[in-house]
Nanobody, 123 residues
């Protein structure tokens, strides 16, 4: 059974930083696609970043390029989303996803989801 556990959310002021973690278990972590998504109240789920755990290749949404990075610790089966220069519009519930058929930013590409962690950025 695939399990994804996010952590690291919280409240910060604009310009601050947070690092989210997603610990994965129950499936083959290596050579897999994992994604980070977010959903603000009243809005659709938005793809933020994705990583191919085999090579470490990453992609980012235009809205976060230059501010967010993704890294991984293969020994811990954990992916991280480092968020810098946070803006109020980054406020959302953040989810990690795994077992992606394609390492893209479309939610339907992923089969497994975590419960989410809240990020709130105040101005």
């Amino acid at each position: 059974q695939v399990q994804l556990v996010e952590s690291g959310g919280g409240s910060v002021q604009a310009g601050g930083s947070l690092r989210l973690s997603c610990a994965a278990s129950g499936y083959t972590y290596s050579s897999n696609c994992m994604g980070w998504f977010r959903q603000a109240p009243g809005k659709e789920r938005e793809g933020v970043a994705a990583i191919y755990t085999g090579s470490g290749s990453t992609i980012f949404a235009d809205s976060v390029k230059g501010r967010f990075t993704v890294s991984q610790d293969n020994a811990k089966n954990t992916v991280y989303l480092q968020m810098n220069s946070l803006k109020p519009e980054d406020t959302a519930m953040y989810y990690c996803a795994a077992e992606g058929s394609w390492c893209g930013l479309e939610a339907q590409e992923y089969n497994s989801w975590g419960q989410g962690t809240q990020v709130t950025v105040s101005s």
